[in-house]
């Protein structure tokens, strides 16, 4: 079946660096979209890509969509303290009318 | 608005025992799915329902049912607990889910599942 698979799965970083997750399917997606979950929360939608090499932006967040439909990342520039939480990327399951979530990818911002 | 409401928020269950986790939404959505949460796995999907009398299986299906008797609700049920079923359970809803129109999924806060 499909796969998302996501990198890192934790990364750790002093307040004001960057951070980067990279999210790959075996398959074409029709689109992607991201979210945050915080500790002990619950996911929470961040933004979707429907188009191939589309580039987001929400303030210090950058999100891309791969030219082949097969990849995106998310990009948060000058981490801060309430970035903490655990990013997914999810798409659409090819044989299911339900979205394929990855791994995710825990951040951990030192202030 | 309430949004997506998932209760118990905590429960203990014995091996053997079943147990029912509701979820209820008022968005007036037709898309509504359950996943469960393991450390390092992500979301896996268990059931979804595409509108009231329409269920099908997800990824980890085994173990669980589901009903869809009215657009608000979509029960979760535990037949018989495992061990294996400890988790940390998402009730999800979403406007539309299909590949011309992908809507956000919408989650409850979850409900956390032991399994003795």
């Known amino acids: 079946g499909q796969q998302v698979m996501q990198i890192p799965q934790y990364q750790h970083v002093q307040e004001g660096e960057d951070f980067t997750t990279y999210c790959n399917s075996s398959t074409t997606l029709s689109n992607i979209q991201w979210y945050k979950q915080r500790p002990g929360g619950h996911p929470v939608f961040l933004i979707q890509?429907?188009?191939?090499?589309e580039v987001k932006k929400q303030k210090r967040l950058t999100f891309q969509f791969g030219e082949a439909k097969k990849n995106s990342s998310l990009h948060i520039t000058a981490t801060q303290t309430t970035d903490v939480g655990t990013y997914f990327c999810?798409?659409?399951?090819?044989?299911?009318?339900?979205?394929?979530f990855g791994s995710g990818t825990r951040l951990q911002v030192q202030p | 608005n309430a949004g997506v409401t998932q209760t118990p928020k905590f429960q203990v269950l014995k091996t053997g025992q079943s147990m029912t986790l509701q979820c209820a939404q008022d968005?007036?959505?037709?898309?509504m799915s359950w996943y469960r949460q393991d450390p390092g796995m992500g979301l896996r999907l268990i059931h979804y329902?595409?509108?009231?009398?329409?269920?099908d299986q997800g990824e980890v299906p085994n173990g669980y049912n589901v009903s869809r008797s009215t657009t608000e609700d979509f029960p979760l049920r535990l037949l018989s607990a495992a061990p294996s079923q400890t988790s940390v359970y998402f009730c999800?809803?979403?406007?539309?889910?299909?590949?011309?129109?992908?809507?956000?999924?919408?989650f409850g806060e979850g409900s956390r599942l032991t399994v003795l």
């Open positions: 999810a798409g659409m399951d090819t044989g299911r009318r339900a979205l394929t």
């Open positions: 329902s595409v509108g009231a009398g329409i269920t």
């Open positions: 999800a809803s979403s406007y539309s889910l299909d590949r011309k129109n992908t809507g956000e999924l919408f």
């Open positions: 968005m007036n959505h037709e898309y």
């Open positions: 890509l429907v188009k191939s090499g």
